[in-house]
């Protein structure tokens, strides 16, 4: 089967960029032009190519959602096994388990936190040094939360920063009320603003970053259930860290990362693509 594969792919690639090369966006034909290329795996004795190569590293434009989804597709991101221990018990992962199944939400757990520690995108410890483990209930914690936001974009979080003379609304306000801490609010809210802006620029969709928020800190008081609320989260604040203004200082660093870890991250970055395709 792979023969015939081989053998056709010349065919099947001129038949794509023929019908594409016209009707693609410019930002489309980046990752179209990286078709032509072999795909380098360790069968055929090459270096395995980055899952994150094809990524264009310009700006954000209107084009940003179909370029993201044509090179994620174009790329082998298969998801490797991944352990993660939660409540004491180490589950792996089966790459062909559904979205939503309980080994895959705590692989997709353990992908995250490896790859805020591989990255040093965690932020420091109290007592200052650099956070050594990522665990993953700093995934539900609101201080590491809007730190990691912060640090993903600092420009975008600055110009987020909302007026306290201006009461919220919606998700907004449900995020304030009852809040304990007035300086921790404002940044939650500002996080949020982050990831409500960039979605909307990049993929015209809202997808409610105000109750992400919550439901993920909520998960966080209740021993990390449900895991699908954080990682719902993190899956987003993933695809933010590959969108937003400073997108191409983490797709580089991504490209650095161990080959089983970017396909991980790729898969990761897939997933919320084809649900954000479906309701876009």
């Known amino acids: ?3 015939c594969f081989r053998s056709a792919q010349p065919h099947l690639i001129g038949a794509i960029r023929e019908t594409a090369s016209s009707t693609a966006p410019a930002a489309c034909k ?3 032009a990286a078709l032509s290329e072999p795909v380098r795996s360790p069968s055929n004795g090459l270096e395995a190519e980055s899952p994150f190569a094809r990524f264009s ?4 434009d209107g084009h940003q959602a179909s370029e993201l989804h044509n090179c994620a597709g174009s790329a082998e991101a298969k998801p490797s096994k991944r352990s993660v221990s939660i409540g004491g018990a180490v589950v792996c ?3 062909e388990e559904g979205e939503g199944s309980d080994e895959l939400l705590e692989s997709n757990v353990a992908t995250v936190c490896a790859w805020l520690q ?3 995108l965690a932020p420091p410890t109290e007592a200052g040094t650099s956070c050594t483990r990522v665990r993953p209930t700093s995934l539900a914690d609101p201080s590491f939360v809007v730190a990691v936001v912060e640090g993903l974009c600092p420009c975008t979080f600055a110009a987020e920063a909302p007026d306290p003379t201006v009461a919220g609304s919606g998700d907004e306000a449900a995020d304030h009320e009852g809040a304990e801490d007035d300086d921790d609010c404002w940044r939650r809210r500002q996080a949020a603003g982050c990831l409500r802006t960039v979605f909307q620029d990049s993929h015209s969709v809202d997808i409610r ?3 992400l928020l919550r439901r993920a800190f909520r998960a966080g008081s209740n021993d990390l259930e449900p895991l699908q609320d954080v990682v ?3 899956r987003h604040i993933l695809m933010y860290a590959v969108t937003c203004d400073d ?3 983490h797709i580089l660093a991504m490209q650095g990362l161990p080959q089983d870890l970017q396909a991980d991250l790729m898969s990761i970055i897939m997933a919320l693509e084809r649900r954000l395709a479906s309701i876009g």
């Open 247 to 249: 997108k191409q200082r």
């Open 57 to 60: 590293l310009g700006s954000t």
């Open 118 to 120: 591989a990255t040093n």
């Open 232 to 234: 719902d989260l993190w």
């Open 30 to 32: 980046v990752c179209m």
């Open 1 to 3: 089967l792979k023969r």
């Open 209 to 211: 970053a105000s109750r």
């Open 93 to 95: 992962n089966s790459a």
